[in-house]
């Protein structure tokens, strides 16, 4: 029996968005500190994973169908967050975050100082890392939205005898 589309989309729908956080997890290893629009973009991939999981788990074909569909809307979701973070990047539109480090409320203006002087400044408008100019927020609305379009593709497929 050969395999069908979902077969192959179910996979995709689980390892891309897994390869895509382990990229994100791993360049914090070499130094990369993410903002918190980088953190937006990581909440549907790790969803898009739980039910992409679930798709393996679940009968019959309708329900795994599902279950791929929404995994693939969750990767798409990914994708957007990545492209409005892009645009803020290379400053196409505003962003609607200051994008700085949260400090405790009810402090004292002192210990408020300490707290934001100890923790690193990150900006969602300035890109940390880029490759031939697109930032790691372009990658991941790229490779998010390419993807999620690969799925819906596969997934459409019927099966074959």
Known sequence: ???????????????????????????QLFGLVPCEMCHWQRWPH???????ALSFVVRPRPVQMLF????A???????????FHAGVEYHW???????TTSLAHGSDP????QEALGKPMIRCDVPQWSLFGISLAGY??????????LIFILAARRPRA
């Not at 991941?140 to 379009?149: E, H």
């Open 93 to 99: 539109w505003q962003g609607i975050t200051a994008c």
């Open 46 to 52: 790790y969803a898009a994973m739980i039910v992409a």
């Open 110 to 113: 002192m210990a408020m100082l």
């Open 140 to 149: 991941n609305a790229i490779l998010s939205l390419g993807g999620a379009v």
């Open 68 to 71: 791929v569909l929404f995994a």
């Open 1 to 27: 029996m050969r395999r069908d589309g979902l077969h192959t989309a179910r996979w995709i729908a689980l390892l891309l968005p897994a390869a895509l956080l382990a990229g994100a997890w791993g360049s």
């Open 73 to 83: 809307v969750l990767v798409a979701v990914s994708g957007g967050i990545g492209v």
